[in-house]
């Protein structure tokens, strides 16, 4: 469990992580879900140490990690994909780390050979492949077999079968009562890993709830067609309904899902050529929410000019 | 990639195992094994080279001893002292041994997994002085014993007196540790505070070469430079191991307690920033 109280960080007059508290559960995948320079990262480095928060505090367990006699068991962290001196081996780097804390070199291979690095663990790290060093990356953070784990953007880089091997090491980890806190700028990601997410934007915390609300919150939307289109719009008409034509035969219903709609058309004998739920995507909940609060805006190509 | 994974054991952090994960890494480092190489070989070289030169200078010259200036030549621990020639490319050499064993670190983002795997900053840096005294000390040795060994025969052949339990020979065998070692933590301090090898070598070459020659140039202007520059890690390391050729009127305990300086006040001041900034 990582729960964190008002942390805020600021260098020098910029508040990067402003304010946040949050609490990440054991026994299920948090996605932490913010646009670049949202303050994912600078968040995950107070939660282990190496970044000091200006204000607030952040437990991993209920310990300061800074503290832990068993730093490499109690959490496992992918901060970037080349923590490692370039001219080490995989090999060596594991090896290296498993000494800090006795574990024994047998652990060393396991993590290689889940990770797929087996036959590279040879190989400086120097000449590899983001998608590669993102794997030694991982093999690093679950070497102690830690309660929790955390992991930055662990799918950068990764090929499709990577991207899949890590949703699933993520679920089973969550499934086995640990703890996994994973960031990403991409919503469709979380909404494929992730059971709880918390939304981070401009260093605060946007959102912080299980992820069906993200997508439940908004109300059902359906698109309808018939040639008795305004029969039915006066069947629909009632408390909390809008309606909006769209043209002659076609209106935007918001408010009564598409089976009451299909259901009152039955009642009024009303035809329908078209009934149509719109998905209202975890992406487009995520665009709406952070909206404000993107750092980096991109502008229209057009309006710039396609540059100089 | 498979999906199941064995429970590990309950791994505790311990001094000693960074200590053995600060020697794995570092004896892995292709830098390592070069900069020991090029320590050992260039000090046993200016040694030998020293020797033989010295020594058929003698001989074509013959009875040079009795020329005025000369007469250290004749010296008892003369031969001895040669051996430490080349202490400050020593010094130098495993100093940048020292700079990049922290600042590698940092210039490489391998901090984020050494503080991760040991959160107790300060224990690193403990691993880090413990394995570069003794690997810097230890290297130097080799390299006096080398020295030693090669310049012999030559020695031995030009009649000089070259004796390996004289006190000559020992001071330079042991003090020359001492100067190295020495060297080697201001470059580890260097290393962790700049957090940049260029800037932590630079900084290093610049205080056993570029030092000196400012301060001698102020010692023609001005009395107190002279004081000072008796006190720079280069003269106190020379003073230390070859008395004769260098010569101080510090007192024994001085000269350590300069020594003592210049090894623990960059460490603690090191110390201090390691333990209050922030990793990247």
């Known amino acids: ?113 889940v990770t797929g690095l087996s036959s590279v663990q040879r190989k400086k790290v120097g000449g590899f492949s983001l998608g590669m060093g993102q794997r030694l990356g991982i093999a690093t953070a679950l070497l102690g077999d830690p309660q929790v784990l955390i992991l930055d953007e662990p799918v950068n880089g990764l090929d499709p079968e990577g991207v899949a091997w890590v949703r699933n090491l993520a679920r089973q980890q969550a499934a086995e009562g640990k703890t996994v806190f994973i960031s990403s700028h991409l919503m469709s990601e979380m909404a494929q890993t992730a059971d709880h997410l918390i939304v981070i934007g401009r260093g605060r915390i946007m959102a912080d709830a299980p992820i069906s609300e993200f997508i439940d919150n908004g109300l059902d939307q359906t698109i309808v067609r018939s040639a008795d289109i305004e029969v039915l719009m006066n069947a629909l008409n009632g408390d909390g309904v809008q309606l909006r034509r769209i043209d002659e035969h076609g209106v935007e219903v918001t408010g009564p899902d598409s089976v ?49 | 990639m498979s999906e199941k994974l064995a429970t590990a054991p309950r791994g505790k952090v311990s001094l000693f195992g960074v200590l053995r994960s600060e ?36 001989a074509s010259m013959g009875g040079m001893e009795q020329m005025p200036g000369m007469e250290d030549l004749a010296a008892p621990g003369f031969a001895s002292e040669l051996m430490g020639s080349g202490l400050v490319f020593s010094q130098l050499i495993l100093g940048v041994l020292g700079v990049l064993l922290f600042s590698g670190e940092f210039t ?127 003269q106190l390391g020379m003073a230390l191991a070859t008395p004769s050729s260098v010569v101080t009127d510090l007192e024994s305990w001085q000269q350590l307690l300069g020594v003592a300086g210049w090894i623990v006040l960059p460490l603690a001041l090191g110390a201090v920033l390691l333990a209050k900034r922030d990793i990247k």
């Open chain 2, 23 to 58: 020697s794995i890494r570092f004896f892995s480092l292709n830098s390592t094994r070069i900069l020991i190489l090029l320590a050992i070989v260039l000090y046993a070289a200016i040694a030998a080279i020293g020797t033989w030169g010295i020594g058929s200078l003698r």
């Open chain 1, 260 to 308: 009451t709609i299909g259901r009152r058309a039955l009642e009024y004998g009303v035809v329908l050529s078209e009934l149509r739920p719109l998905q209202r995507t975890l992406e487009d909940a995520y665009m709406e929410l952070t909206r404000d609060a993107v750092e980096y805006h991109s502008s229209n190509v057009a309006e710039t000019g396609g540059g100089k």
């Open chain 2, 108 to 234: 490489t983002g391998s901090a984020v997994s050494t503080f991760l795997a040991s959160p107790q900053r300060l224990r690193v840096l403990a691993a880090k002085t413990i394995l570069i005294t003794v690997v810097t000390a230890g290297v130097q040795i080799v390299s006096s014993l080398l020295a030693f060994a090669i310049s012999k025969p030559i020695a031995d052949n030009y009649q000089m007196d070259l004796d390996f339990g004289s006190d000559a020979f020992q001071r330079v065998l042991w003090y020359g540790a001492l100067a190295v070692a020495m060297a080697a933590l201001i470059g580890l301090a260097l290393g962790m505070m700049l957090r940049n090898s260029a800037g932590g070598i630079t900084s290093l070459a610049a205080l056993f070469f570029v030092l000196p020659i400012i301060l001698s140039i102020l010692t023609s202007i001005t009395d107190w430079a002279q004081h000072i520059a008796k006190f720079t890690p280069d």
């Open chain 1, 1 to 113: 469990m990582i729960q964190a109280q008002q942390l805020t960080k600021k260098y020098g007059g910029k508040t990067v992580v402003d304010n946040a508290s949050f609490t990440v559960q054991q026994g299920m995948v948090t996605g932490f879900l913010g646009p670049n320079g949202a303050g994912k990262s600078t968040t995950m480095r107070m939660i282990v140490g190496l970044a000091a928060p200006t204000s607030g505090e952040v437990l991993v367990n209920g310990r300061d990690f800074k503290k832990s006699r068993h730093p490499l068991t109690e959490v496992g962290t992918l901060l970037e994909a080349k923590s490692v001196h370039k001219s080490l081996t995989p090999l060596a780097h594991l090896r290296a780390m498993a000494a800090t804390a006795g574990l024994p070199v047998s652990r060393v291979h396991e993590v290689l050979e």
